[in-house]
């Protein structure tokens, strides 16, 4: 459904003379990317605004997906897959966040222990689609490492001034890119055998 919108898209594009046509294949990925993208972002939304968890919301995706970049992991295969996975993982962040907060500290705590265990034996896991020289594999292993220990000393901080929920959500955004991370290792093992 999205690649067909970002083919016709290109294609109109490509009618009305606003790029070449030897370039409207490349403009059609861009836009399937550029679609998926702002309907990711529409769902995370709502389901931050009717949980009313939108700070919550923010600071666990920024954190995800900042050190997801380097750890890797997990890629669903088409944009639907994608568009349910994040859904679902943001209902479970989204309830799981307003029922466990009087607990926030010890779960803090165990997410950035469990992450930085997976982190530092795993990342970071290449996907079959975007495979990378064991140099860039190397440099991300060192980045990785560096961020998610500077993004669990900033949970440890937050959680001696007693910001104990703002360090729930950065933990959790730390312990979901390690779980893309190990489901990414686990899925892909027989991808590189």
């Known amino acids: 459904m999205i690649s067909k919108l970002a083919k016709n898209i290109a294609h109109f594009f490509v009618i009305q003379k606003i790029i070449e046509e030897s370039k409207e294949i490349i403009y059609a990925y861009g836009l399937e990317l550029l679609i998926s993208d702002v309907l990711n972002t529409i769902i995370v939304l709502l389901i931050a605004l009717f949980s009313h968890t939108l700070l919550a919301v923010i600071v666990f995706i920024a ?26 993982v943001m209902l479970i962040f989204s309830y799981g966040i307003c029922n466990i907060s009087e607990y ?22 290449s996907h079959p689609n975007k495979p990378m020289s064991e140099e860039k594999s190397a440099k991300l292993k060192v980045e990785s490492r560096f961020l998610a220990i500077i993004l669990s000393l900033t949970v440890i901080v937050l959680l001696l001034f007693q910001y104990q929920n703002l ?23 027989g991808d590189s055998d």
Do not use: D, E
């Open 63 to 88: 954190v995800f997906m900042g050190l997801r970049r380097f750890v890797g992991g997990y890629h669903a295969n088409s944009h639907l897959s994608c568009m349910f996975t994040l859904t679902i």
């Open 104 to 125: 926030a500290k010890t779960c803090s705590i165990s997410f950035v222990v469990s992450a930085l265990t997976i982190i530092f034996c795993l990342a970071p896991v």
């Open 167 to 189: 360090s729930l959500y950065v933990s959790s955004g730390i312990l979901l890119s390690a779980i893309a991370a190990l489901f990414g290792h686990f899925l892909n093992r």
